[in-house]
């Protein structure tokens, strides 16, 4: 293990080092070459050195990429979120009650598993005191999916199937055009 006079180095380290392995996963997680460095044992008062000194490192900066690149979202990955975005409903996230309601329920596997396709959800908790203190509390919860019809629609684009309609008018200066049908014959060896 590498160590300075101050404790652990990051600096004196080999490619092979735990330590360096450590630093390039502690790194991936928050961006933060200080706080990656103190999670991996360096003191905190050298730790903004040793955290930038170490982006300098070959080996390092090699093995940061090669790690975001696991970590990246494949393109194959961002059209099936994007197709699941596409297919969204709210049946997965709600539990009929045996009065004919229903109630939101996030906590079945059927709605974990689908928990992504949360755009936005707000819950508003209201207490009513009434007379002899007697507290009734009503709770509102609200969801918000992704929009599936921009999901359907970038879904369509990325596999070409999206054709857009526009008319531009680039001659007319906003003067109503006459419509003219042109024909034209083959001339089939005429002069």
């Not at 790194?27 to 170490?54: H, K, L, N, Q």
């Not at 979202?73 to 975005?85: L, Q, V």
């Not at 049946?91 to 689908?114: C, M, N, Q, W, Y």
Request: hydrophobic share 40%.
């Amino acid at each position: 293990m590498a160590k300075s006079k101050r404790g652990l180095s990051l600096i004196k380290a080999k490619p092979e080092d735990a330590i360096k392995q450590r630093f390039v996963e502690e790194y991936c997680r928050d961006f933060s070459t200080s706080r990656a460095a103190m999670r991996v044992g360096i003191p905190e008062e050298v730790a903004d050195f040793e955290g930038e000194m170490a982006l300098n490192d070959p080996w390092i900066r090699e093995a940061i990429i090669s790690r975001l690149d696991t970590l990246a979202m494949s393109a194959e990955e961002a059209m099936a979120r994007m197709s699941d975005f596409a297919r969204a409903s709210f049946e997965h996230f709600i539990r009929l009650t045996e009065d004919g309601g229903f109630v939101i329920d996030l906590s079945t596997p059927r709605a974990l598993s689908k928990i992504h396709m949360i755009k936005k959800i707000k819950q508003k908790k209201t207490t009513y005191h009434g007379p002899d203190d007697n507290a009734r509390v009503d709770i509102t919860t609200e969801i918000e999916l992704h929009d599936a019809k921009d999901a359907v629609k970038t879904v369509l684009s990325v596999h070409g199937k999206l054709i857009e309609k526009r008319t531009v008018d680039v001659t007319s200066g906003g003067e109503k055009i006459e419509q003219v049908t042109v024909f034209q014959l083959p001339d089939n060896g005429r002069d």
